[in-house]
C-alpha cells in the first residue's frame, strides 16, 4: 500500500495539471450533493411566484415562529353538509405511486374529495370547516406562523395552534401552518386545496395560496389570546359591579382592542366589555372568574369590528391584560426560623418547579432546595441558594427517596405526575435544559431506551417510599393541580400553615405558568415508549395506585390509564 501511495505521488507531481483537475471535479461533485439535499422537500408550484410575506426559501426545513399581527375571535358559519373532524390519526388512502397515475393527479377534486377522507371521522378536538382564500400581503389566518417544508402535518399543525389558544389552524402549501382568532376571507372551491402535506402524503395541506382551515374545539379557553390579551370566558355580571370592576368607560364605537388598551393604560389586568361599556378590576372574591356562562350568551357583535362579540349589560366577555398583577408578586424569607422542615417531594419531571413557582406566590415566602441549581436561582428562586436545613424557606423542593432522607423531613406534599408524562419531561430536562428539548437523535438512540429502564422503577419506588416513611404526608396529583389549581393550592398551602388569602389566590391563577413552560412546536409526533416499554411501566402504574388506596386516598387519575 505505502508503495502505491509513493508512486501515485511522483505521478502527480510530473502532471500537477490532471491532479489539480481531479481535485475540482471532486469539489464540483460535492458540491451538487450539497445543494440537491438542501432543495430536497421545497414544494415547487409552477406558475405562481410567492409573495415576500409568504416565507420562502430553498432548504429551509423550518423557519420559526413569527409574530404577524394581533389576532380577532370570529364566528364563521360551518359550510353546509356532513361535519369533517381532524385527522388525529393516520388515515388510510390511496398511496403516492397509485394518486401519480395518468388522470388521476389531473381531477383536482376528487383528489381533494379523496384527500379529505381522513377527516370524515367524528373527532374532538378540530373540525374542519373548508379551503379559503390566502392573501400573502393581507393573510386569513393572523396570528403565529410556522412552516415545516419535510415533516408538516395537520396534527402538528392543529396542536400547536390550540396550545397558543387559537381558535383556528390552517395548512397552505403543504408545508405551512397559520393560527388565528377570525377567518377574514372568502371560501373557497375544495378543489383549490390539492397538496399533501410534507408529512404525510395520506392529507391534504391546502394548495397555492389556499388555506385548509381547522377549528380547534379543545382549544385552552383560559389561553385563548388577542393579541397581547388572553381570554378568559363569559361571565355573569357580579353583584356589585361598581366595586369588583371599579374603572369603566362607555365605548359606542366598541371592540375587544379598545377596550383592553383602556384597561391597559389603567393599569388593570382584567378587561371585561359589557355591551357598549368597557369595565377594568382585578379578580377578587366579588369576581372570581370561576363560574364561566356559556359564550353564546355574549354573543352580541361588536359595534366597532362586527367579527368579535363584546357582551352585554349582563353577561361580560373578560380578557386578562398584559398588566401584571402584583398582589402576590412579593416574596421574602421567612422573619423566624421555621421549628418543622416540610418538603415538596416529587419524581424528577413531575413539576416541582412549576409547584414551588405557584406556592411562592401564593405565600408570599421563597422556597428552598435540596440541592443547587444556579439557572433557577437567576430566574428567581433565590431560596435556592440556602442550605436545606437553613429554616428561612417555607418548604424545601426534593426528589430524594430512601428512609433516611425521608425522615429528616417533619411533613410533605407528594406531588406525582403521570409517569408516561413525567419521563419525557425529566428526559427533555436532562439533554435540553428546565425548558429546552431533548435532541431526536437522543430519542432515537440508546439514550431513551437506557433513560426508561433506569428511570421507570424509581417512579414508582420514589411513591412508595415517601408513603412509607413520611410524617405526615399530602398526595398532590400533578393532573388534579393543572385542572383546579384554586382548590389545590389550598390544600398544599393550608399543609405549609400559611393561612390563604382568597385573593392572592386568585391572582395566582393569572399568573400560573411562571419562566419554566416548554413550547409545543417540538412535541415530538410519534410515541417513544415501546409495548415492552409500557407494560413495565403499566405494572409500575398499579402498585402505585393500589398503595394510594390501602391508604384510604384516591388512586392515579383515569389519564394515567390504558395500563
Known amino acids: 500500500m505505502a508503495k502505491f501511495l509513493v508512486k501515485l505521488q511522483r505521478y502527480f507531481r510530473r502532471k500537477p495539471v490532471r491532479f489539480f483537475t481531479l481535485l475540482a471535479l471532486y469539489l464540483a461533485a460535492g458540491s451538487l450533493v450539497f445543494l440537491h439535499s438542501g432543495f430536497a422537500g421545497e414544494p415547487t408550484v409552477p406558475g405562481s411566484p410567492r409573495g415576500s410575506g409568504a416565507g420562502e426559501g430553498p432548504g429551509l426545513p423550518y423557519l420559526g415562529v413569527m409574530e404577524l399581527s394581533r389576532g380577532f375571535k370570529a364566528v364563521a358559519a360551518t359550510p353546509e353538509g356532513g361535519r369533517r373532524h381532524g385527522p388525529w390519526f393516520k388515515s388510510t388512502s390511496k398511496g403516492a405511486a397509485e394518486r401519480g397515475k395518468a388522470g388521476d393527479y389531473g381531477s383536482s377534486r376528487s383528489r381533494a374529495l379523496r384527500g379529505r377522507s381522513g377527516r370524515e371521522k367524528e373527532e374532538d378536538r378540530a373540525r374542519y370547516i373548508g379551503c379559503y382564500v390566502d392573501n400573502t400581503r393581507r393573510r386569513t389566518l393572523r396570528g403565529v406562523s410556522f412552516f415545516d417544508y419535510k415533516k408538516m402535518t395537520v396534527f402538528r399543525c392543529q396542536d400547536n395552534c390550540a396550545e397558543r389558544g387559537y381558535l383556528y389552524a ?58 397581547s390579551a388572553i381570554f378568559r370566558g363569559c361571565f355573569h355580571q357580579p353583584d356589585n359591579i361598581s366595586i369588583a370592576l371599579p374603572v369603566s368607560q362607555l365605548m359606542l364605537n366598541m371592540s375587544v382592542d379598545k377596550c383592553v388598551d383602556f384597561c391597559t393604560e389603567k393599569e388593570y389586568p382584567l378587561s371585561a366589555l359589557a355591551g357598549t361599556s368597557c369595565r377594568c378590576g382585578f379578580p377578587t372574591t366579588l369576581f372570581t372568574l370561576h363560574e364561566r356562562e356559556d359564550e353564546q350568551l355574549c354573543a352580541q357583535k361588536c359595534a366597532g369590528e362586527e367579527f368579535e362579540s363584546c357582551g352585554t349589560a349582563e353577561y361580560l366577555l373578560v380578557y386578562q391584560t398584559q398588566v401584571q398583577d402584583n398582589r ?28 414551588r413557582h405557584l406556592i411562592e406566590l401564593a405565600t408570599g415566602f421563597y422556597t428552598g432546595s435540596y440541592y443547587f441549581d444556579g439557572s433557577l436561582y437567576n430566574k428567581g428562586f433565590k431560596g435556592e441558594r440556602d442550605h436545606w436545613r437553613s429554616g428561612r ?57 437506557e433513560f426508561v429502564a433506569n428511570y421507570a422503577p424509581w417512579w414508582a419506588t420514589h411513591t412508595l417510599d415517601w408513603l412509607r416513611y413520611g410524617k405526615k404526608v399530602l398526595v398532590v396529583h400533578f393532573e388534579d393541580l393543572k385542572r383546579d389549581l384554586f382548590v389545590q393550592l389550598q390544600r398544599m398551602v393550608g399543609l405549609l400553615g400559611i393561612t390563604a388569602c382568597e385573593d392572592r389566590l386568585l391572582c395566582v391563577e393569572g399568573q400560573k405558568d411562571g419562566n419554566f413552560k416548554r413550547s409545543g412546536l417540538r412535541k415530538l409526533e410519534y410515541d417513544p415508549y415501546t409495548p415492552e416499554m409500557r407494560k413495565m411501566i403499566s405494572g409500575y402504574i398499579k402498585t402505585v395506585d393500589t398503595a394510594l388506596r390501602l391508604r384510604n386516598l384516591s388512586g392515579v387519575p383515569d389519564d394515567y390509564y390504558p395500563r
Not at 395520506?202 to 379557553?221: D, K, P, T, W
Open 170 to 227: 390552517g395548512l397552505e402549501f403543504g408545508a405551512e401552518c397559520y393560527c388565528g382568532h377570525k377567518i377574514q376571507a372568502s371560501n373557497a372551491s375544495e378543489s383549490e386545496c390539492n397538496m399533501e402535506c410534507k408529512g404525510e402524503r395520506s392529507n391534504i395541506c391546502g394548495g397555492v395560496n389556499h388555506l385548509s382551515i381547522y377549528r380547534l374545539e379543545l382549544a385552552q379557553e383560559s389561553a385563548r389570546r388577542y393579541g
Open 328 to 355: 402576590c408578586m412579593d416574596r421574602r424569607f421567612l422573619p423566624t426560623r421555621a421549628k418543622q422542615l416540610v418538603a415538596l417531594a416529587s419524581f424528577p419531571g413531575a413539576g416541582n418547579t412549576w409547584a
Open 393 to 449: 424557606t417555607i418548604c424545601i423542593k426534593t426528589h430524594e427517596s430512601g428512609q433516611k432522607e425521608i425522615e429528616s423531613f417533619d411533613s410533605a406534599i407528594l406531588l406525582i405526575r403521570n409517569p408516561y408524562k413525567a419521563l419525557m419531561a425529566e428526559f427533555n430536562r436532562k439533554y435540553g435544559g428546565h425548558i429546552g428539548f431533548a435532541a431526536h437523535a437522543h430519542w432515537k438512540g440508546k439514550e431513551w431506551p
